[in-house]
């Protein structure tokens, strides 16, 4: 039986500062990953798009995330890392797609509820048919593992129940030109030409919390900046950031279940062990008893220490233009030939004349 490739496929949207949470939630584990796995990280400035953006400001945020990447440790020559708009073929799956996928599905997106707010019919089309485009980033590589923080799950659902539309509503073309691969779905083994991929949803911060509030998200769009960590602060703004960090009045428990009920508590002792790369029960067994203002400048100095050595790589590479086009025009070019050999095939398989 033929199976599908191990593919990593993930991508960051150039807008605002990363922080934190894309750094614990997605960064660090795409480079992980690279040492098991082939991969493909892609900045995605056509998402970026979908609100408005001040032109040099996407570029600038387009280089600077791929310099987040390049100082985060990722590889460009092993594996690849480009900007979305670069090849065309992420466009032209994402319409097909629009053309699978149900308005229902896209109506029950919580995400574009968030973001399109009250005034959802001045949202732009593309940011309704964001999901789809997410998809066709995915499958245009038949990538089969998607690194992400929590907040995409529901995407990443989409994608698999478009894979499956997509491969049921062919299915006797793909058999026909011989185009499937067999996989197995639960007990079952059916045989596709997209494969159902898997979510990567793991590691000790799926979803970090905004430093004001413990039930909301860390998230670029916050409007205040004492909110998250940015990947280019300062050691200072850092400690001024966690000093004024939320908390409760009571000390750090001795276990992980007196963390209930005290979100704000718990992101700081999420914090700590992603940054030390320990367990929750490791933190508060040397700091159970204590109170905050005794953790939190460890947690400052942990921070500081993890993220400058990022911090300072990302500045000196992002400054280097040429450096950095030359990564995302290298990586475009091998990222098209693996594209379009997979449009190809979906033009045969759908019946559009053009190969
Ligand atoms: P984006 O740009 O909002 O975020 C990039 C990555 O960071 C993760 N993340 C977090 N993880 C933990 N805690 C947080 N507070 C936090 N905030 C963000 C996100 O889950 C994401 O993994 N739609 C995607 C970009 C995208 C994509 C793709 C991802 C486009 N195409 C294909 C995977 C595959 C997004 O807006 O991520």
Not at 196 to 201: A, D, R, S
Not at 251 to 267: C, H, M, Q, T
Request: net charge negative.
């Amino acid at each position: 039986m033929s199976s599908f490739k191990p593919l990593v496929f993930s991508g960051v949207q150039p807008t605002g500062n990363l922080h934190l949470g894309n750094y614990l939630g997605a960064i660090r584990r795409f480079v992980q990953l690279q040492d098991s796995h082939d991969c493909i990280y892609c900045v995605v400035d056509m998402h970026a798009i979908t609100t408005w953006q001040e032109p040099a400001e996407l570029i600038r945020a387009t280089r600077e995330v791929t310099a987040a990447f390049l100082a985060a440790g990722i590889d460009p020559r092993k594996h690849i890392v480009f900007n979305q708009s670069r090849v065309v073929q992420h466009a032209e799956l994402a319409w097909i797609f629009n053309c699978v996928a149900r308005m229902g599905w896209l109506n029950r997106m919580t995400q574009f509820k968030e973001k399109a707010g009250k005034d959802r019919e001045n949202a732009s089309v593309g940011l309704f048919a964001y999901p789809t485009l997410m998809a066709a980033d995915i499958l245009v590589y038949r990538a089969t593992h998607v690194p992400v923080g929590d907040d995409q799950k529901q995407h990443l659902e989409l994608t698999r129940d478009i894979a499956q539309k997509f491969n049921n509503d062919f299915s006797a073309r793909i058999a026909e030109l011989g185009a499937g691969v067999e996989m197995k779905v639960g007990e079952e083994t059916v045989n596709g030409f997209f494969p159902l991929t898997e979510p990567l949803i793991e590691g000790p911060a799926p979803r970090v919390m905004s430093l004001r509030d413990g039930l909301k998200k860390m998230s670029k769009s916050d409007p205040s900046d004492l909110s998250r960590i940015n990947l280019t602060d300062d050691a200072e703004t850092i400690s001024k950031k966690i000093r004024k960090a939320k908390t409760d009045p009571d000390g750090l428990p001795s276990e992980a279940d007196g963390l209930k009920g005290r979100p704000e508590a718990e992101n700081l002792v999420v914090l700590y062990a992603a940054l030390a790369e320990t367990s929750k029960e490791n933190v508060l067994a040397e700091f159970g008893g204590k109170q905050f203002s005794a953790f939190k400048p460890a947690l400052a100095d942990l921070a500081v220490e993890k993220l400058a050595p990022i911090a300072g790589e990302m500045r000196r590479i992002s400054a280097d233009h040429a450096y950095v086009d030359s990564v995302l025009r290298d990586g475009g070019e091998r990222a098209g030939m693996q594209a379009e050999a997979t449009m190809k095939t979906v033009r045969e398989i759908v019946g559009l004349l053009g190969n």
